[in-house]
């Protein structure tokens, strides 16, 4: 569904009064970070790789365009995509503009960042206004020190110099970030001598797990990633998207604030780096199940099962930067979830959620508040006291085109049994396009 589509479909199906509980058997929708890696890293390999579930949204396709603007040819039937890869870091020269729009696509930006900045021509990355407000200095500042040259300010749109060399880098990342590691990864992969990158606090490994399989193997341990210079292509292969955990969220919350849910859910991501929210229900006592896993993808996937939460206290939420980066994409749902929760639960050291697609800490509490809710904005975090009877909100419901608020407040009106208008859904077209008809199906016991 495109944006329009998604509009009309909440204007016209989607009837909160008559729902009750999410229940039947569903397949979470491919991962947005594990496609668009899939899509770069299979743009860089010698020979055809093939990805099935490639994830039908408008982040992947602006990167999926930005390669092949960059002479990649990329082929889509149905649930198949093949991408005849260039066997080399080198792009063809920008045939006609020099200019890659990524729309709205933080990790597309931040993962073609470093490959752009060893070509033998110039480029320039663009976005939409969100991702144009977002800053980039966290990589423009290391990728500066291996010799990339870029043009511009800390945002897009940036210009990215022509440049025949990268050096190696021995580097702290200063932020938890799984887009900054992975664009310095793919920096020191492409340099002249060894890097070494010591990381802060475990994040969502997929490029590492996707880099292997492409047949580029990385020395890790604890928290340093040694790479050592890769001149050699990466090979091509065979590949299945697995599930986005940040979309099935919504459901499995959606689910627990409901009454009379049974929701089984398959094809999630067990990788551990993702599945904080997992982990923090089961903490709180949730009647939720994680089954045995299966391998996809170099990554492991399962099925969870889920029902409403009973009348009993559920104790409050603790989120700081041991866990944070589990559940970065998850805030805005378990800030929701922490509105029903007994007691107050604790969002810190979280600053970095000041720079997505919106600022997900004010935004968060403003909506929130709207609802009734006893939340309070930090500069790093949140707290929220619970548990508050959800309340008709007063003002209009705006997700400011943060696909994440949008599926938040959605899931809150559900909550409420009301239907609130919305500005800004058509967002959710980013990450999860088909949210509303899944959302529509399960309620009505599909
Ligand atoms: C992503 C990593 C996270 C996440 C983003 C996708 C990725 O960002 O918020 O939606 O694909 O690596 P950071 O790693 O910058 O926190």
């Not at 995509?81 to 890659?100: C, D, E, I």
């Not at 992969?189 to 797990?209: G, M, N």
């Not at 548990?387 to 209009?396: A, D, V």
């Amino acid at each position: 569904m495109n944006e329009q589509q998604i509009i009309e479909t909440f204007k016209t199906k989607f009837q909160p009064q008559l729902t009750t509980g999410l229940r039947g058997s569903y397949r979470v929708p491919s991962d947005k970070s594990i496609s668009q890696r899939a899509l770069i890293f299979a743009a860089l390999a010698q020979g055809t790789s093939e990805i099935t579930h490639l994830l039908p949204a408008a982040d992947v396709q602006h990167t999926q365009k930005a390669l092949t603007d960059l002479g990649i040819q990329i082929v889509q039937r149905q649930r198949l995509t093949w991408v005849v890869g260039q066997g080399g870091w080198q792009f063809k020269p920008l045939a006609t503009r020099p200019q890659l729009d990524l729309g709205n696509s933080g990790t597309g930006t931040r993962l073609l960042l470093p490959l752009l900045s060893r070509q033998s021509f110039t480029s320039q990355l663009v976005g939409d206004a969100s991702l144009s407000q977002r800053p980039l200095t966290n990589f423009l500042e290391p990728l500066q020190k291996m010799g990339a040259k870029f043009s511009g300010g800390n945002y897009l749109p940036l210009t990215i110099q022509a440049n025949q060399q990268l050096h190696g880098i021995a580097y702290q990342l200063p932020v938890a970030s799984a887009q900054l590691k992975s664009a310095l990864i793919l920096a020191a992969l492409q340099a002249d001598t060894p890097s070494q990158l010591v990381t802060l606090a475990p994040t969502r490994d997929h490029t590492e797990r996707l880099l292997r399989l492409f047949g580029v193997p990385l020395a890790i341990q604890g928290r340093t990633i040694k790479v050592l210079p890769w001149q050699r292509p990466l090979q091509a292969t065979a590949l299945t998207v697995p599930g986005d955990p940040s979309s099935a969220a919504f459901m499995i919350v959606a689910a627990l604030l409901l009454p009379d849910s049974h929701l089984q859910l398959n094809n999630h991501s067990l990788n551990p780096t993702r599945i904080g929210l997992l982990h923090l229900l089961q903490q709180i006592g949730a009647p939720i199940v994680i089954g045995s896993s299966d391998q996809l993808a170099a990554e492991p996937v399962g099925q969870i099962g889920v029902q409403s939460l009973t009348d009993r206290a559920y104790p409050p939420l603790q989120i700081d930067q041991h866990n944070l980066g589990q559940v970065i994409d998850e805030i805005p749902i378990l800030s929701l979830l922490a509105t029903q929760l007994t007691g107050t639960s604790v969002i810190k050291q979280a600053a970095s959620l000041r720079h997505k697609e919106t600022d997900r800490l004010h935004v968060i509490t403003e909506q929130l508040r709207l609802f009734g809710a006893q939340i309070t904005e930090q500069s790093d975090g949140l707290t929220i006291t619970g548990p508050t009877k959800l309340h008709l909100p007063t003002e209009p419901l705006n997700a400011y085109d943060d696909h994440r608020i949008a599926m938040m407040l959605i899931v809150a009106s559900l909550v409420l049994g009301q239907k609130i208008p919305i500005a800004g859904l058509g967002s959710i077209a980013t990450s999860y396009p088909d949210f509303l008809t899944d959302l529509i199906q399960l309620s009505q016991g599909a």
